[in-house]
């Protein structure tokens, strides 16, 4: 029985040895938000621990209209279920209440983010690589903890809202940072 668990955390195919399914998701998000930040100038800090809800932060160095170097906090989740979770103009992602509510902590005192990256059904190849280019299938959408909505104390989960409009790429990632810079999502 423990020997099934193990095989249906892996890719098809995939060797024993091989980091889990959750795992590579939880990388691919990471590698994706790295390529995304570098893109655009960013850094990444990373942390120790994803006790306070979130996986890393995001750091410009950049001079805005109110502060320098504005950063945010975010959570990645990684998903190959599209048809699950994807409805025609926004993605339902479900969240468990502890992990929601240190998310959306109005106390918080950086900005926070959901980021959910969306990569194929297994069994289709979630990278494609040659010799010019390294091509990720995938796009994350995102949405700031704040516009998460509340969670009543009786209830263990909620599902939330990421509209697709929120496409986590150089543009919106360099509009997230003005908007923070600016004085915004303090």
């Known amino acids: 029985m423990g020997q099934r668990s ?3 955390d892996r890719l098809p195919g995939a060797p024993l040895d091989e980091l889990p399914l959750t795992e590579k ?3 691919l998000s990471l590698a994706f938000t790295h390529m995304v930040a570098s893109a655009a100038g960013c850094s990444i800090k990373s942390h120790t621990t994803d006790y306070d809800g979130v996986d890393i932060t995001v750091t410009s160095s950049a001079e805005y209209e109110m502060w320098y170097a504005p950063d945010f906090e975010l959570q990645l989740k990684c998903t190959e279920q599209e048809s699950r979770y994807l409805k025609e103009d926004y993605m339902a ?9 240190r998310l959306t ?3 918080r ?3 926070a983010l959901l980021g959910v990256l969306v990569v194929p059904d297994l069994g289709v190849p979630w ?3 040659d010799k010019d280019r390294l091509l990720l299938r995938g796009r994350m959408y995102w949405q700031w903890a704040s516009k998460l909505g509340e969670i009543p104390d009786t209830q263990d989960s909620k599902i939330v809202h990421l509209p697709t409009s929120n496409l986590f790429d150089v543009e919106q990632l360099l509009g997230i940072m003005r908007h923070i810079g600016d004085g915004g999502h303090r």
């Open 127 to 129: 990278l494609d690589q």
């Open 105 to 107: 902590n109005p106390k």
């Open 6 to 8: 193990v095989m249906t």
């Open 93 to 101: 992602w479900p969240m468990e209440a502890g992990p929601f509510r």
């Open 109 to 111: 005192y950086n900005a």
């Open 25 to 27: 998701k939880n990388q």
